[in-house]
C-alpha cells in the first residue's frame, strides 16, 4: 500500500516537471516570436502584459538564461524521477525504459506541442507568462546573474556584447514587404498608397513632369483678344507666361485671378502682368519625395524643371506628385488623357508622346523606364534613328509597330503585349 502511494507521488510530481517544463518552452518561444512593433504598441496603451514582456526582452541574455536554468532543472529532476519509476517498475531495465518513454513524452508534450503552440499564438503565452517570469528572475537573480557573466565572457570572445542589442528600425524595403504581407488588416487601396510613398525616392520630377513641347502658356506680346480666348477655353488652374518665346519666361499665372480681372473687363496686358506670380525653378533629376518637402517648404504648387544650363525641361505640379501616390482621383471636365486607346485585336493605339510610367501604370505593363520617359523617346533610343512608319520592332515582351511619324517624331504607334516564348523564361 505505501509502495503505490509513493509511485502515485512519484507520477503526479513528474506530471507537475512535465508540465513546468511545457511552460518554460513555450514562455520562450512566445516571447521570442512577439511582433515587437504591435508589442511596442500595446506597451504604450498600458497593457500590462506587454509592458513586463517588453521589460523581459530588453535584455535577452537574462531572459534566456532563467528559461534555460529552469527548462534544465526540471527536465534533469524529471529524468530522475522517471528512472526511480522505472526501477521501481521494471528493475535494472527500467533505466533504459524511462529513458526512452521520457524523451519522447518531453518531445512531444513538453517541447513540439507547447512551443508550435506558442508560435501561433504568441501573445496568448507570452503575456500570462511574463507574470511568473518577471518575479522568478528576481527571485534567481544571483544565479542567472552568475551564468550570463560566463556566457558573457565566452560570446566576448567572438565579439559579441548583449549589450549591443540589433537595432529593431527596419528600412524601406522591409517596410514595404511588412506592408504587402499585411492582408487585410490594411484596405488594398491604402496598402497600395502607402508603398506609393515609399516609392516617391525612386521616381524624379523628369519622370512625371508635362514635358517642354507640351507645355501650355501666354505668350504675354500676343493680341489681347487671343490671350481673352486662351484663357476662357482653358482647363488648366495655372499656366505659364513668357514673351514671344518659353525661353523668356515672365512666371506663372493663377487663371482664377485672370478670369476674375476677366469678368470686371479690367484684364489688360498691365493688370494681367501685375498677377503673374514669379517662376519657381525645380532642378531635373529631383527625387519626387525631396520635391513634395519643397513644395510645401515654399508654399508652391508649379514648378518648372530646369537641366543644368537653366533651360526649362518640362513643368511639375503637386497634383503631379499626388497622383503618384493616390492614382487618379479627379475626372477633368477635360479629359486630356487620351494617349492610350486600347482595340478589339487586344493590341493598343498609344501617343508617341505617352509617358512610360502612365502607360505601364494603365495597362499594367513592364516598358523600361529606366531610360527615355515617352514612348517615342524608348523607341528612338532602341532604333538609334527616326523610323518610317509601318516599321516594327519587338522590345521585351511587348511589339510595337510605327504607325505614323510626322515632323522628325513617332505620333502613333500600336503595342500588343505577348507572352514570354519558353525560350525566354528559361
Not at 509511485?7 to 520562450?28: K, N
Not at 527596419?170 to 484596405?187: H, K
Not at 537641366?307 to 486630356?336: A, M, P
Request: proline share 4%; glycine share 6%; net charge negative.
Amino acid at each position: 500500500m505505501l509502495e503505490s502511494t509513493s509511485l502515485a507521488l512519484l507520477f503526479f510530481i513528474l506530471f507537475i516537471l512535465l508540465l513546468l517544463s511545457a511552460f518554460f518552452s513555450s514562455s520562450e518561444t512566445a516571447l521570442m516570436s512577439l511582433n515587437r512593433y504591435r508589442l511596442r504598441h500595446l506597451e504604450h496603451e498600458g497593457h500590462t502584459g506587454a509592458i513586463r514582456a517588453s521589460e523581459l526582452l530588453a535584455r535577452p541574455d537574462r531572459l534566456i538564461g532563467l528559461i534555460l536554468l529552469g527548462n534544465n532543472f526540471v527536465n534533469i529532476f524529471a529524468s530522475a524521477i522517471a528512472t526511480v519509476i522505472g526501477i521501481k517498475l521494471f528493475g535494472e531495465n527500467g533505466i533504459l525504459i524511462a529513458t526512452l518513454a521520457l524523451t519522447l513524452i518531453i518531445l512531444l508534450f513538453a517541447e513540439v506541442t507547447p512551443k508550435t503552440l506558442a508560435a501561433l499564438h504568441p501573445e496568448r503565452i507570452a503575456f500570462p507568462a511574463s507574470f511568473i517570469l518577471k518575479p522568478l528572475l528576481f527571485l534567481l537573480y544571483p544565479l542567472v546573474w552568475l551564468i550570463n557573466i560566463i556566457t558573457n565572457q565566452m560570446l566576448a570572445l567572438f565579439g559579441v556584447s548583449p549589450q549591443e542589442s540589433s537595432s529593431s528600425a527596419i528600412n524601406r524595403e522591409e517596410l514595404r514587404i511588412a506592408l504587402m504581407e499585411a492582408g487585410s488588416m490594411i484596405p488594398k487601396r491604402h496598402k497600395k498608397m502607402l508603398v506609393s510613398i515609399l516609392d516617391l525616392e525612386k521616381v524624379t520630377v523628369d519622370d512625371v513632369m508635362v514635358p517642354r513641347n507640351e507645355i501650355e502658356g501666354i505668350d504675354i506680346n500676343a493680341p489681347l483678344a487671343d490671350i481673352m480666348k486662351q484663357l476662357s477655353y482653358c482647363g488648366f488652374t495655372r499656366l505659364l507666361v513668357y514673351k514671344d518665346s518659353m525661353d523668356n519666361m515672365v512666371g506663372i499665372l493663377h487663371v482664377r485671378k485672370a478670369l476674375h480681372l476677366l469678368a470686371q473687363n479690367n484684364l489688360t496686358v498691365e493688370t494681367l502682368s501685375s498677377i503673374v506670380k514669379q517662376g519657381y525653378f525645380v532642378p531635373e533629376g529631383t527625387p519626387l519625395n525631396t520635391q513634395l518637402i519643397q513644395f510645401q517648404r515654399h508654399k508652391r504648387r508649379t514648378g518648372l524643371v530646369v537641366d543644368e544650363y537653366g533651360d526649362i525641361q518640362g513643368l511639375v505640379t503637386l497634383e503631379d506628385i499626388f497622383h503618384e501616390i493616390v492614382g487618379e482621383f479627379t475626372d477633368d471636365f477635360i479629359d486630356e488623357d487620351k494617349d492610350i486607346h486600347p482595340q478589339l485585336d487586344g493590341s493598343y493605339l498609344i501617343n508617341g508622346s505617352a509617358n512610360i510610367r502612365e502607360v505601364n501604370r494603365n495597362n499594367q505593363w513592364n516598358l523600361p523606364t529606366n531610360g527615355p520617359k515617352t514612348i517615342n523617346g524608348l523607341i528612338l533610343e532602341y532604333l538609334e534613328s527616326i523610323p518610317n512608319q509601318d516599321v516594327s520592332l519587338r522590345i521585351g515582351n511587348y511589339i510595337i509597330e510605327i504607325v505614323q511619324t510626322a515632323d522628325n517624331t513617332i505620333r502613333t504607334v500600336r503595342i500588343k503585349n505577348i507572352q514570354p516564348t519558353q525560350d525566354e523564361s528559361h
